[in-house]
């Protein structure tokens, strides 16, 4: 083994990542980022809850003042969520206790210039990451921001505008010392990547303009663009940021953010980020455009010209692709094929199916949420087998996220805390 003054510092960083997926229950608790530790949507831990309801299995359920499509993180005794709050035009990072669900503080920026928006993606969208020291936010063209665990502003960047007709929703990414950000969409889209302690300007790669196809409801700049959170992965030894773009798949050196390979093949609009799984990469586009697989590398494996609509990004189980569509359709395909092995609709209690949330991915059982709060719990298996269907009956967008034993959703009207054995509720 080398002396540890010979690691690099990526390497020691990838060392950190694993520990903490791997090893003690108390570095188990933390999910980081909008999907977890490795942001693969996938967690270590067992034993979770199974079924639960309003009244059963709540350890705690605190109202929220706004609704939002953000998903929360959780390190150590806190949890942290993103909310956009009409009350001042604020956009806020709010800390909650984990055991308790007190809130702890609320920090945010006031925004009231014109910033349009869609009314089903209200601003703050972008899910919060940590570090464990600090909470790194992105709140549209209100800035890129780091917060202190006291809720403590410790530095901000001006990014500029961020205008779509749809809001934005990309989350930041960190790695080693550098935050990642998809800056997008509109007319001005960029990668950047800045130091994490003080949010100077690493580099920065800017993406040209697009003009999509145009429908009869929309104007063709609306229908270009990419809302997808950059995965980083390691393959044969290098680490590579991917980034579905309109058009196609792009990997990124993560040093310099030159581009290492692309693959062609996705449509004008992408809402999912990339899945990563035994050296194959997959990409879907959004509004029903193409999905594209490839190995890692850009050699294409199979592409499907048209694609069920869905904004959630997958996960990977045994070679198997399982995804949502927006409609509530569960989908099982083969990883390295794009054969499906089976489609199954996930009905609920709620007011609607529709479901832009992602799979959460614990041991062979998957976790997703759809837009009624109903969580649909079923077997990452090549035969469907649905193990429960929990209902909330409060409307929400958010990913599920699994912490230390403990279920945590976020809907548009509350923050909850499901736990495995019955702690009581509290209001």
């Not at 977890?36 to 705690?60: D, F, H, I, K, Q």
């Not at 790194?136 to 800035?143: L, R």
Request: hydrophobic share 40%; net charge neutral; proline share 6%.
């Amino acid at each position: 083994m080398p002396a540890p003054e010979a690691w690099t510092y990526h390497r020691a960083m990838r060392l950190l990542l694993v520990l903490a997926c791997l090893s003690t229950p108390a570095l188990a608790e933390n999910w980081p980022s909008w999907r977890g530790p490795a942001a693969s949507g996938v967690s270590s831990e067992t034993g979770l809850p199974l079924t639960w309801s309003r009244t059963e299995n709540v350890a705690w359920r605190v109202p929220l003042s706004d609704p939002g499509n953000s998903t929360p993180i959780v390190w150590g005794g806190r949890i942290f969520v993103t909310m956009a709050v009409k009350a001042g035009d604020r956009r806020t990072l709010t800390c909650f206790d984990r055991a308790s669900g007190k809130l702890l503080w609320q920090s945010g920026v006031s925004y009231t210039d014109a910033d349009p928006t869609h009314a089903t993606n209200p601003h703050a969208s972008a899910s919060p990451v940590t570090d464990g020291e600090r909470v790194y936010v992105w709140f549209g063209s209100a800035g890129l921001i780091a917060y202190d665990f006291s809720g403590k502003e410790v530095w901000r960047r001006d990014l500029g505008k961020q205008r779509h007709t749809w809001g934005y929703g990309t989350s930041p990414v960190l790695y080693g010392n550098r935050l990642f950000l998809n800056f997008g969409p509109g007319d001005r889209a960029f990668l950047i990547a800045v130091d994490k302690d003080t949010g100077r300007t690493l580099w920065q790669n800017d993406f040209p303009a697009g003009q999509g196809q145009k429908f009869a409801n929309w104007n063709a700049e609306d229908m270009f663009g990419s809302w997808a959170t950059p995965l980083m992965i390691r393959h044969q030894g290098k680490d590579e940021l991917l980034l579905p773009l309109p058009r196609k798949l792009v990997s990124f050196d993560p040093e310099t953010g030159k581009e290492n390979w692309s693959a062609e093949g996705l449509g004008d609009l992408v809402y999912p980020s990339a899945v990563y799984a035994d050296g194959a990469v997959v990409a879907i586009s959004g509004f029903g455009g193409p999905t594209l697989a490839v190995k890692a590398g850009g050699e294409r494996l199979w592409h499907l010209p048209k694609s069920r609509q869905q904004i959630g990004t997958g996960v990977v189980r045994n070679g198997l692709l399982f995804t949502i569509d927006n409609g509530g359709i569960a989908q099982c395909a083969d990883l390295k094929t794009g054969a499906v092995v089976w489609t199954e609709r996930l009905r609920g209690k709620g007011e609607t199916n529709n479901l832009w949330s992602s799979p959460v991915l614990a041991g062979d059982r998957i976790y997703v949420m759809n837009q009624g709060g109903d969580t649909f719990v079923f077997r990452a298996e090549p035969k469907f087998e649905l193990l429960a269907a929990n209902a909330l009956e409060e409307r929400s967008n958010s990913s599920v996220v699994i912490s230390g034993g403990d279920i945590i959703l976020r809907t548009h009207e509350a923050l909850w805390r499901i736990a495995g054995k019955q702690q009581g509720r509290k209001q």
